[in-house]
């Protein structure tokens, strides 16, 4: 008897304990992040967490969501799709109601996949590859940015109506889906702009030797009117050096990759010219009204100011599910994503509504083209395309 006693309290204790966390579980809402903090994801990913704590702190100091305060954990993923995967599972476990996915297909689409499998909502921060889409990831999942078709367009137009480049040479970094999309919306807009590609080449990311296509684009004989380079990380400092130290001179246009302080670094007052790229918003008052109070919350807390719109995705991935979790009036997936395919939203990465599940969630948004002026950045001002490729 003394032995079936002390299991039904230990039991009974179990189930209070529970009980209690449960509780504590219902005062609180848990977003979970799979933000890689290491690796060649982490300048995109990075900042997008920063990011996110601001946002996190400033609901909190006011009041919360649905009366309740946001919990936001964060577990490296490492630059690596299959850790991702693997914490989105872990953060699940941990109580996550919604799930902030990284910056890319490649890397974000394995925590959009476990949040889906979970039944609830994965947003990522500004993965733009089409296949960030609810026909690839289910009727749950979202991106906060603009996709590439968008992107793409963006710089195609620029270049082709603003400018008056007639000629491209555009080369693909074959590293993945993004910086493949991302060259092929640019070249069919640009065609489609008038524009002419003289030569389309590729290139392995981490290759560090750009010879073979320079050799290629001097066979030509001429010169293009702009260089269209759409590759990540360290290596798009690289190229453009290769290409300046042999020459070409042309200015040089690309997406959000280019959104890299340390890029731009690298490039410094010599290399960092002539640059322009495709983005999610500029850390200045001129993208937006709201964007001081942004950079005064998160110097306050991070002890210096944003150097990259990064940042401000993470802010705007935690403020959209804010406002969509006080539209559903709980965080239930299905109530969350209905508020997101109906709700129109007011961001510092600029307005944004969605389209339906049946339409991929395809995200309605402009974008920023920035140009580097002696390796600093530089705001050129808001665009949104009259038309963009299908995707």
């Given at each position: 008897?003394?032995?079936?006693?002390?299991?039904?309290?230990?039991?009974?204790?179990?189930?209070?304990?529970?009980?209690?966390?449960?509780?504590a579980?219902?005062?609180?809402?848990?977003?979970?992040?799979?933000?890689?903090?290491?690796?060649?994801?982490?300048?995109?990913?990075?900042?997008?967490?920063?990011?996110?704590?601001?946002?996190?702190?400033?609901?909190?100091d006011?009041?919360?969501?649905?009366?309740?305060?946001?919990?936001?954990?964060?577990?490296?993923?490492?630059?690596?799709?299959?850790?991702?995967?693997?914490?989105?599972?872990?953060?699940?476990?941990?109580?996550?109601?919604?799930?902030?996915?990284?910056?890319?297909?490649?890397?974000?689409?394995?925590?959009?996949?476990?949040?889906?499998?979970?039944?609830?909502?994965?947003?990522?921060?500004?993965?733009s590859?089409?296949?960030?889409?609810?026909?690839?990831?289910?009727?749950?999942?979202?991106?906060?940015?603009?996709?590439?078709?968008?992107?793409?367009?963006?710089?195609?137009?620029?270049?082709?109506?603003?400018?008056?480049?007639?000629?491209?040479?555009?080369?693909?970094?074959?590293f993945?889906?993004?910086?493949?999309?991302?060259?092929?919306?640019?070249?069919?807009?640009?065609?489609?702009?008038?524009?002419?590609?003289?030569?389309?080449?590729?290139?392995?990311?981490?290759?560090?030797?750009?010879?073979?296509?320079?050799?290629?684009?001097?066979?030509?004989?001429?010169?293009?009117?702009?260089?269209?380079?759409?590759?990540?990380?360290?290596?798009?400092?690289?190229?453009?050096?290769?290409?300046?130290?042999?020459?070409?001179?042309?200015?040089?246009?690309?997406?959000?990759?280019?959104?890299?302080?340390?890029?731009?670094?690298?490039?410094?007052?010599?290399?960092?010219?002539?640059?322009?790229?495709?983005?999610?918003?500029?850390?200045?008052?001129?993208?937006?009204?709201?964007?001081?109070?942004?950079?005064?919350?998160?110097?306050?807390?991070?002890?210096e100011?944003?150097?990259?719109?990064?940042?401000?995705?993470?802010?705007?991935?935690i403020?959209?599910?804010?406002?969509?979790?006080?539209?559903?009036g709980?965080?239930?997936?299905?109530?969350?994503?209905?508020?997101?395919?109906?709700?129109?939203?007011?961001?510092?990465?600029?307005?944004?509504?969605?389209?339906?599940?049946?339409?991929?969630h395809?995200?309605?948004?402009?974008?920023?083209?920035?140009?580097?002026?002696?390796?600093?950045?530089t705001?050129?001002?808001?665009?949104?395309?009259?038309?963009?490729?299908?995707?």
């Open positions: 008897m003394k032995t079936s006693r002390t299991t039904l309290l230990s039991t009974a204790a179990a189930l209070l304990l529970l009980g209690s966390a449960a509780q579980a219902d005062d609180k809402i848990i977003i979970g992040g799979a933000m890689s903090l290491t690796g060649v994801q982490a300048p995109l990913d990075t900042p997008g967490v920063k990011g996110a704590e601001v946002a996190v702190k400033y609901l909190n006011n009041g919360g969501v649905l009366g309740k305060q946001i919990e936001f954990i964060n577990i490296d993923g490492k630059s690596d799709p299959v850790t991702v995967g693997n914490v989105a599972v872990e953060l699940i476990d941990k109580g996550a109601q919604l799930i902030m996915a990284p910056c890319d297909f490649d890397f974000g689409s394995p925590a959009g996949r476990e949040a889906q499998e979970a039944g609830i909502v994965g947003i990522s921060t500004c993965a590859d089409p296949l960030y889409s609810s026909w690839s990831l289910g009727d749950k999942q979202f991106t906060l940015s603009m996709w590439n078709t968008t992107m793409g367009a963006v710089a195609a137009d620029f270049a082709a109506k603003e400018k008056g480049w007639k000629t491209a040479y555009v080369v693909t970094d074959q993945i889906a993004y910086t493949k999309s991302l060259s092929k919306y640019f070249v069919e807009q640009f065609k489609a702009d008038g524009g002419e590609v003289i030569l389309e080449d590729t290139y392995t990311n981490g290759d560090n030797n750009f010879s073979a296509q320079i050799a290629r684009l001097q066979a030509l004989g001429k010169k293009p009117d702009v260089i269209f380079l759409s590759s990540y990380g360290q290596d798009i400092g690289a190229i453009i050096r290769a290409l300046r130290e042999v020459g070409y001179d042309a200015p040089v246009l690309g997406g959000d990759a280019y959104d890299d302080p340390a890029m731009h670094e690298a490039l410094g007052e010599k290399f960092g010219n002539n640059v322009y790229f495709v983005t999610h918003t500029w850390m200045g008052p001129e993208a937006h009204p709201d964007m001081p109070k942004f950079i005064d919350l998160y110097t306050k807390m991070h002890g100011a944003p150097d990259t719109s990064f940042v401000s995705t993470g802010w705007d991935t403020m959209l599910m804010a406002d969509a979790i006080k539209a559903a709980s965080t239930d997936g299905a109530a969350v994503a209905k508020a997101l395919e109906d709700g129109q939203f007011k961001l510092l990465t600029g307005d944004l509504d969605y389209g339906t599940a049946e339409e991929g395809v995200p309605n948004k402009a974008a920023v083209v920035l140009e580097l002026k002696g390796g600093k950045p705001f050129v001002g808001w665009r949104k395309p009259e038309s963009i490729p299908a995707p």
